[in-house]
């Protein structure tokens, strides 16, 4: 498992799928699913979109990207789908978070 998670916190960004964790591990794929959601508590896949999210989050708070270059960065199709993933699992859009982790960059009213 410690090296599905290492994989994953160094290549979820990349397009890594359960496939290729699969194929560095002894296991097969469906095994390894078992074993990761048993020792984890979440799948291989969902652990992939986590890894991705914590990633945007650092990048907007701490970069002025733009949205359409974090979502390349973070391994998601284009910015909707991080808007829509983002929204889902924190509550919150991402230009959201951002205001709340860089207060500075809201206009003054």
Do not use: Y
Request: overall charge positive; hydrophobic content about 40%; glycine content about 4%.
């Amino acid at each position: 498992m410690r090296l599905a998670l290492r994989l994953i916190r160094s290549k979820a960004c990349d397009g890594l799928t359960t496939e290729q964790i699969a194929g560095v591990t002894s296991l097969s794929r469906r095994s390894l699913e078992r074993q990761f959601s048993r020792s984890i508590g979440r799948s291989l896949h969902d652990e992939i979109i986590r890894t991705k999210l914590l990633t945007a989050r650092r990048l907007l708070a701490d970069t002025d990207f733009k949205l359409a270059v974090i979502a390349a960065r973070c391994g998601f199709a284009h910015a909707a789908q991080l808007c829509n993933v983002f929204k889902k699992t924190f509550g919150l859009t991402p230009t959201d978070h951002r205001r709340q982790c860089q207060p500075w960059t809201t206009p003054m009213t």
